[in-house]
T-cell receptor, first 115, second 117 residues
């Protein structure tokens, strides 16, 4: 079965550079979520989108922005990168928010290293 | 605010034995979802099991089952017949079912499980 696809798998950037992470949800899924997991930490919710509209916002820095496109894929744009942004960034998707019996599935993540 | 607590940072179990991972949570919500996710060394986040708070019946997925005690706000995971491939970090997670905050999974700090041959 198709899963959540994230690209790239690994990304190396320098301080103050920008980065764009992409997420392709499971087919038919209309809801996308972004999480950040620092080394040895639990994942922290950043932002979510439902039907191309932002549905919830967590601890996302102002330097980050995200959107969901008409084909439901999502991009996380990160500017003025800092060393502390080095983390594993997960995208997850679900159908219709999280309705009855629906489940939230994660991609393999993008490992961002800021040097 | 909701919180999720996993009081066991690390656990180990012998292959083929049973192990139980603890999770407690705090919320004033009545409708919510609870999850256990497994994160092996590959760091892929894999859904193990999901429980809706309105369901009294404990969820089961093959060798994995939960003991959901809503009044006690407890949600433990039991792994039966442990296999080497079960070695991973296990995260307990909470999500409110009320509109506006869906997708905001709140994770515990995780329990690192090692299955020994």
């Amino acid at each position: 079965a198709a899963g959540v696809i994230q690209s790239p798998r690994h990304l190396i950037k320098e301080k103050r550079e920008t980065a764009t992470l992409k997420c392709y949800p499971i087919p038919r899924h209309d809801t996308v979520y972004w999480y950040q997991q620092g080394p040895g930490q639990d994942p922290q919710f950043l932002i979510s989108f439902y039907e191309k509209m932002q549905s919830d916002k967590g601890s996302i820095p102002d330097r980050f922005s995200a959107q969901q496109f008409s084909d439901y894929h999502s991009e996380l744009n990160m500017s003025s990168l800092e060393l502390g942004d080095s983390a594993l960034y997960f995208c997850a998707s679900s159908l219709n928010g999280l309705g009855q019996n629906e489940k939230l599935f994660f991609g393999s993540g993008t490992q961002l290293s800021v040097l | 605010a909701q919180t999720v607590t996993q009081s066991q940072p690390e656990m180990s179990v012998q292959e083929a034995e049973t192990v139980t991972l603890s999770c407690t949570y705090d919320t004033s919500e009545n409708n919510y979802y609870l999850f256990w996710y497994k994160q092996p060394p590959s760091r892929q986040m894999i859904l193990v099991i999901r429980q809706e708070a309105y369901k009294q019946q404990n969820a089961t997925e093959n060798r994995f089952s939960v003991n959901f005690q809503k009044a006690a706000k407890s949600f433990s995971l039991k792994i039966s017949d442990s296999q080497l491939g079960d070695t991973a970090m296990y995260f307990c997670a909470f999500m409110t079912a009320n509109g506006g905050s869906q997708g905001n999974l709140i994770f515990g700090k995780g329990t690192k499980l090692s299955v020994k041959p």
